[in-house]
């Protein structure tokens, strides 16, 4: 029903830049994405959210440094992430959301390994 496509992980040096997308194929019409990550020993933490209508929110931890964006029309979100530092170093999975009617719920991708190095 939906299939999410992550590119964009990597590893990197504190300091810098990279930026995440996920491109999302689906029959039906996606309300919220967002991105969400794990550290090994770690619970999935969310990172970043945006509804259809471009409403945002952060986790904590990077406010400042994340933006979020998504363009409808290519059904892609994407995670512009600045001042990476080593606990940034985690598997981001993009996360896709239908709220209501046939198919809602959450999917997930296959996740894209950040890695930050000191």
């Known amino acids: 029903q939906v299939q999410l496509v992550e590119s964009g992980g990597g590893l990197v040096q504190a300091g810098e830049s990279l930026r995440l997308s996920c491109a999302a194929s689906?029959?039906?019409?996606?309300?919220?994405m967002g991105w969400y990550r794990q550290a090994p020993g770690e619970r999935r933490e969310l990172v970043a959210g945006i509804t259809r209508g471009g409403n945002t929110n952060y986790g904590e931890s990077v406010k400042g440094r994340f933006t979020i964006s998504r363009d409808n029309a290519k059904n892609t979100v994407y995670l512009q992430m600045t001042s990476l530092k080593p606990e940034d170093t985690a598997v981001y999975y993009c996360n896709a959301r239908k709220i209501t009617g046939w198919g809602s719920g959450d999917y997930w991708g296959q996740g894209t390994q950040v890695s930050v190095s000191s």
């Open positions: 689906s029959i039906f019409r996606i309300d919220d």
